[in-house]
């Protein structure tokens, strides 16, 4: 290992619009800065492979599983978690038809769900039901509420015309 790798850094990130400075080694999942150092917690720990989907947040708008993303590569990027999503504590669209659809049970894998939901419709305003379940095939859901699950994002597009 080399010295550098072997040492924290002091790591700027902006998340969910705030600038925070983290003391971490860049290797680190950036699922744990967010979590043990943010304590933004809506963020989850599900596989820790980054196969099931639940720790799902947008890099640079993109969804990116953060088990898996080492917080150095997510530097002078907008990282945005479940957290920054709802503005003047009014649920996007999206979460407003999550709720009104309940696309949840346990909920644990639901953040991730939306994180993900919310670039489909960024960038397919108006999806079909083959193209949800589609775009969201690595989200897992283990309660088995994916009929609602895809049943929301419809609704969230006809709710916001696209907008999550």
Request: overall charge neutral.
């Given at each position: ?108 894998c639901t953040p991730g769900f ?20 589609q775009f969201l095939q690595g ?26």
């Amino acid at each position: 290992m080399s010295e550098a790798a072997s040492a924290t850094q002091s790591i700027e990130l902006i998340v969910n619009g705030s600038t925070y400075k983290v003391e971490a080694y860049p290797d680190t999942p950036l699922l744990w800065v967010l979590r043990d150092e943010l304590d933004l917690t809506g963020t989850k720990f599900g596989c820790g492979e980054g196969q099931c989907g639940a720790c799902t947040v947008l890099v640079g708008g993109s969804p990116r599983r953060s088990c898996r993303t080492p917080v150095g590569s997510a530097v002078d990027q907008p990282i945005t978690t479940i957290e920054g999503l709802a503005q003047d504590g009014r649920l996007t669209p999206l979460q407003q038809a999550w709720v009104e659809n309940d696309a949840m049970q346990c909920a644990y894998c639901t953040p991730g769900f939306i994180m993900s939901a919310t670039v489909l419709l960024r960038t397919n305003p108006n999806p079909t039901a083959q193209e949800v379940a589609q775009f969201l095939q690595g989200n897992v859901c283990r309660c088995g509420m994916h009929s609602r699950i895809i049943a929301a994002v419809q609704r969230a597009a006809a709710l916001g015309k696209g907008r999550p």
